[in-house]
């Protein structure tokens, strides 16, 4: 399993080439986002911040970002050519945005790697994953990154193996234009080929393949209403 079967990394993140090879398992990006920021020199000429932007530590912001109002960003941070970041979004540390990723309305992203056109607009948790080209969640997502044991996350592949990561804290790897719906919950260590799909409410775990859909039935029954 590579990287390179769920994305490919952007001519926009091309600087950070060496750090996130094409042969590696995705989850090894992950392990490897700390030191492709320490490459990252300090620039200027960043957007105008507004007041009630709050930016600690080393943030590199391409002068297209749009800011709202007021947000937090927390360095380690870089985010590339038109960006957006929404009211309320929490920035906070160790993550790489692409071109045009929306950071949306009340979300966090930590620790997290998007690449070029993600949006991840509103009420949304993104800790240590990847998300893809293209890739959108739709509002009240949530990347769970930590297993309640808070052992070690394993990938559970379509054999039924199991096949340790190393990583304590590892939410969900989306390919290129992967999706999933309103209120979804991505257990720790999914992996969601490329344009594969997870219904809204669903809450997924292991791998879905490419071009595939993870659903759930439920019958809704409708009675009247007793005063």
Known sequence: MKASDFFALPASLSRFASFFPAGVAPWEWLKRLEAALESVEAGAGGPAVPPGVQVEGRVWLHPT??????????????????CEVRPGAFVRGNVIAG?????GNASEFKHCLLLDGVQAPHFNYV??????????????????????????????????????????????????????GCNAVLNPGSLLGPRALVMPGVSFGGLLPANSVARTRQAVTITARRD
């Not at 970002?65 to 985010?79: E, N, T």
């Not at 071109?99 to 950071?103: F, G, I, K, N």
């Not at 009240?140 to 054999?159: F, T």
């Open 65 to 82: 970002v749009k800011l709202p109002a007021f947000a937090v960003i927390r360095g380690p941070v870089f985010l590339g050519a038109h």
């Open 99 to 103: 071109e045009r990723c929306v950071l």
């Open 127 to 180: 800790g240590d994953s990847v998300l893809g080209n293209g890739a959108h969640l739709g509002a009240g997502v949530i990347c769970s990154n930590l297993r309640l044991d808070q052992g070690e996350v394993k990938v559970k592949l379509a054999s039924g193996e199991l096949l340790g990561t190393g990583l304590r804290k590892f939410g969900a790897i989306l390919g290129d234009r992967a999706e999933v």
